[in-house]
């Protein structure tokens, strides 16, 4: 009998965040237990609106929506998205500049795959957005970790980036607000990115999904505004600071060198040609979106829900015996550290799957997003004060007691 085997180019792709951990889970479910999760940055099942002006709008504008867009999107929306890069200082965009995709997670696949020949190196945070990871690696391309230091509010490394570039790395990923760290990067460590990406010549591709989620009156800077002579690709999209991850919108916008870059955009446009365009209702609210009150504004200030949960995240973390955690400043995520020798911790997995089963919490190890030590995992923190207070008892408790 012919057997069915998948792609050898999955096999070195880690896509953890739904992984066996989240399988396990799911099992546990269908026989009715219920799991507290908080493994995946989805803010709408925790409660969080998107704005009704938002939802009007894609009703309103539905029956215009039955056909397909231009590849690149609409009118509409790219104009707003350009309009939304001005402010950010993005540097030489114009609308052929700015892609529409069905999420920042299409848009980042798309741009690998465009990029990427057989041992073509990518630079990648560690920890990352795993996705990143994922897509080098199935583009045919090698994912090269640069860490990102605990000690230094989660910052890249600069040394250790500097150390990993070869004359095969072709592009330096930021992913700026941080998933799963929650840092947001100042303007002197940017600088220092773009002066390493000028001096090797290298694309700068910048993940800022969580641009608009910054707290504590900290501003966000574009890395892309500090390198107009460069070629840089910035991605952002509605999934989080509308709470419409469902909906599926996001974009990437080109801006600085474009010359330098001509036959890979003409390689974008065919790949982007070819998926014919994005969805087309979530476009048409897109202008909606980024005009006017910023409804996830009041979400990120003292009183508002995601600055006050974490506050709490992070205090009652950082008070259980064995749990360090750098306070996060932008997005929804924390990563804490664990004592591996308290806990006598050597595999991530185990652990996440141990605090499953007793405690019936799913959380992401860290292993998850690329980083190397079994001493780390991510929470989200979008459920309500309430929940998070039942799952930092019940971690707690089970950290009185776990040793591996
Ligand atoms: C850093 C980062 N980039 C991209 C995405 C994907 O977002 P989208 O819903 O736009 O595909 C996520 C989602 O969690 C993310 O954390």
Redo the contacts with the bound molecule.
């Keep these: 009998m012919r057997r069915f085997t998948k792609s050898t180019k999955l096999d070195n792709v880690l896509y953890d965040v739904r992984g066996p951990v989240v399988d396990e889970a799911a099992r546990m479910e269908a026989t009715g237990t219920h799991v507290l999760k908080l493994n995946i ?1 989805n803010p709408a099942p925790f409660g969080f609106r998107t704005p009704d002006e938002v939802i009007y709008d894609m009703a309103h504008q539905l029956p215009e929506c039955e056909g397909y867009s231009a590849s690149k999107g609409l009118f509409s929306a790219r104009k707003a998205i350009m309009q939304y890069a001005q402010l950010k200082n993005l540097p030489n965009v114009s609308i052929d500049d700015i892609y529409t995709g069905n ?4 848009l ?1 696949n798309l741009s690998m795959s465009a990029l990427l020949d057989n041992g073509d190196e990518v630079l990648i945070p560690s920890p990352d ?1 795993p ?1 990143w990871t994922a897509c080098v690696n199935l583009a045919g391309g090698t994912a090269v970790h640069y860490l990102c230091d605990e000690q230094s509010e989660w910052y890249p490394d600069i040394d250790d980036m500097r150390s990993k570039i070869t004359d095969k790395t072709k592009a330096i990923v930021v ?1 700026n607000p941080n ?1 799963p760290t929650g840092a947001l990067y100042p303007k002197e460590v940017l600088q220092q990115i773009v002066d390493l990406a000028r001096e090797h010549q290298l694309m700068i591709f910048s ?1 800022e ?2 641009d608009r989620l910054v707290m504590d009156g900290l501003q966000h800077v574009s890395i892309a505004s500090l390198a107009p002579d460069l070629f840089c690709v910035t ?1 952002s ?1 509605l ?2 600071s509308h709470m419409i ?1 469902g909906y ?1 919108v ?1 974009w990437m916008v080109l801006s600085g060198n474009k010359n330098v870059a001509r036959d890979y955009i003409e390689g974008l446009n065919m790949l982007t040609n070819m998926r014919i365009c994005s969805n087309v209702p979530a476009q048409s609210i897109v202008q909606t979106a980024l005009g006017g009150h910023q409804s996830v504004n009041d979400y990120i200030v003292p009183g508002g829900r995601i600055y006050e949960q974490r506050d709490y995240i992070y205090n009652a973390l950082n008070s259980i015996p064995g749990v360090t955690a750098v306070k996060p400043k932008a997005a929804f995520y924390i990563f804490p550290k664990l004592d591996v020798k308290k806990f006598n911790i050597s595999d991530d997995e185990q652990f996440a799957l141990d605090l499953l089963h007793d405690e019936r919490i799913l959380i992401t190890r860290g292993g998850g997003f690329n980083w190397h030590e079994p001493d780390h995992f991510r929470i989200v923190y979008l459920p309500r004060i309430e929940v998070l207070k039942d799952a930092t008892a019940k971690l707690t408790d089970f950290l009185s007691y776990y040793r591996q």
């Design positions: 940055g999420g920042v997670s299409e980042i957005y996705l992913i998933n993940d999904i969580y991605f999209g999934s989080k991850a599926r996001g």
